[in-house]
């Protein structure tokens, strides 16, 4: 992130501390994307994701007045939907669901159709499998993964996202690449 991104984001947050309301508006604007493909990394489903969003974005808005402007607005951000997220892993271990009902079959990912049918049958086999192994990696070392290798988050603010420390995080994040590439090991191969 930019020294103007964290600028922009503070302002932001001083602004609807204030009452302005539409400030939430714009802070929606700027980090919905990245919010939504990190809770979709973590959690499988893009309709989790944005429910789990909009969440995140009321409980901003809910605890404006908490945040301070000393720390990070994406870290802060992201523990948010991190402990948002861990909870509903909580709620879906109480409730489990079938894989194979029609809706999560819609959210699973297609490779791109200018391939060959053959290319386009093995991408799309790739991609299922390392979906199928991010899944069985547990959760507070994919959320490390996911946060450092598609956010490009430090272990500073992963640490701070986890509430945990650096080591901790270093320690997660070699054991998650290990235990992905165990499972991943026979595509690997191929």
């Known amino acids: 992130m930019t020294r103007e991104r964290d600028e ?3 302002e932001h947050m001083r ?14 604007d700027a980090w919905s994307q ?3 493909v990190y809770l979709t990394r973590l959690t499988g489903s893009e309709t989790t994701a944005q ?8 409980r901003v808005y809910r605890h404006r007045l908490a945040f301070r402007p000393s720390q990070k607005f994406s870290t802060w951000l ?3 939907a991190t402990n948002l997220a861990r909870n509903h892993a909580r709620w879906r271990a ?3 669901e079938t894989l194979l009902e029609h809706k999560n079959l819609r959210e699973l990912p297609v490779a791109a159709q200018t391939s060959a049918p053959d290319e ?3 991408a799309n086999e790739r991609v299922a499998a390392i979906q199928k192994a991010l899944s069985e990696v547990p ?12 956010h490009g988050m430090s272990h500073a603010e992963i640490a701070r996202v986890q509430d945990t420390s650096e080591k901790a995080v270093e320690v997660r994040l070699y054991r998650a690449r290990k235990l992905l590439r165990d499972l991943l090991s026979d595509h690997l191969r191929s």
């Open 120 to 122: 386009q049958t093995m």
């Open 51 to 58: 429910d789990l969003a909009q969440e995140t974005f009321v």
């Open 78 to 80: 992201f523990a948010i």
């Open 34 to 36: 990245a919010l939504i």
């Open 94 to 96: 109480r409730h489990p």
């Open 139 to 150: 959760h507070d070392m994919r959320e490390v993964l996911i946060l450092s290798t598609w």
């Open 15 to 28: 602004c609807l501390a204030e009452g302005d309301d539409l400030a939430l508006n714009r802070l929606m």
């Open 8 to 10: 922009f984001d503070i």
